[in-house]
């Protein structure tokens, strides 16, 4: 058997005869990871809300999280299990003052009992934050923005088998290539509709001076191309006027660039925030080029492996 499912309900341990059509579903952030699969109403099988779930594929550790939903049809039980990601939707309230990124990953972690992997040092300190009422993973990728703004550095947080783990984006690229002859289908669209900012202008309401200080950074090129597609954005104390105007012009002043790819051969280390190599034409052009994945959703199937990303290109916005 490629597949292994396990369940466990208090010290009963099931293996269930699955279905097949097991799917794994999974993005770059603000999202659980998501595991879905159709078992037999046997009255046998005692499962129940918030029981584990283990999932290996070819004995490679894809999965582990909680039942949370069941859905029974026609003597046939429906179950999606989330990972740890999921007591992320949890709301707070937290102040904090010259913390990284990390650091508010392992306060969570610690306050909401969630079990911890690797955790790479983010390093910079954001100087001052409060974040009232708001899910925990609004407060993660508030900081993660902030981190991202003033460092040009991207992370990742995920649930590797049941640990929280943080890496740097250029730690998630995977060897692999995807081109016309590893899908089935794929479909482009590039945009300049959304996220997509020619002139950045932030500001900061200084108290000592009663002044607002106002910071402009602009490309004369984009804007002569598409007209001004201005972002207007407040300034957090401690933080550089001209340094983050900079670094938004640099992230925003970029086609959106988007690749959905259908039926992909599978690989088990691809997941949402993962990097992959594309080598196909693309718009009358011939790319070869890492591209990250947004979302990716395996499905394993008769005997078959087969996967569907969403990628964006190498140009990353917010």
Not at 248 to 255: F, T
Request: net charge positive.
């Amino acid at each position: 058997m490629d597949t292994e499912l396990i369940i466990q309900n208090g010290k009963t341990v099931y293996s269930p005869a699955v279905e097949e059509g097991i799917e794994w579903s999974t993005e770059r952030h603000g999202t659980p990871g998501k595991l879905t699969f159709k078992v037999l109403d046997d009255a046998k099988l005692k499962i129940t809300e918030g029981n584990p779930v283990r999932f290996k594929y070819k004995n490679k550790k894809i999965f582990y999280g909680f039942i949370f939903t069941r859905k029974i049809s026609d003597g046939v039980m429906t179950v999606t299990a989330y990972d740890q990601l999921r007591y992320l939707k949890n709301k707070d309230s937290y102040v904090y003052a010259n913390r990284t990124m990390t650091w508010l990953v392992k306060k969570i972690a610690s306050d909401f009992s969630l079990k911890k992997g690797t955790l790479v040092d983010t390093k910079y300190k954001i100087p001052s934050r409060v974040e009232d009422d708001k899910s925990l993973f609004d407060m993660i990728e508030s900081a993660h923005d902030l981190t991202l703004i003033n460092t040009g550095e991207m992370y990742v947080l995920y649930d590797d088998f049941g640990k929280l783990t943080l890496k740097n984006l250029e730690k998630m690229k995977v060897q692999i290539v995807i081109d016309q002859e590893t899908c089935q289908t794929c479909e482009f669209s590039s945009s300049i509709d959304k996220d997509v900012y020619n002139q950045v202008k932030v500001y900061y309401d200084n108290k000592d001076t009663g002044k607002r200080e106002i910071y402009i950074a602009k490309s004369g090129k984009n804007i002569n191309a598409w007209g001004v597609l201005q972002s207007y954005e407040k300034l957090e104390d401690g933080e550089n006027g001209k340094k983050k105007a900079n670094m938004l012009l640099k992230m925003y002043n970029v086609k959106t660039q988007n690749l959905s790819i259908k039926d992909a051969v599978g690989d088990y280390r691809v997941r949402g925030g993962s990097m992959v190599v594309v080598s196909m034409k693309i718009d009358h052009s011939k790319i070869l080029k890492w591209m990250i994945v947004e979302k990716c959703k395996h499905t394993f199937k008769d005997g078959e492996h087969w996967m569907d990303l969403t990628l964006r290109g190498g140009d990353f916005t917010v």
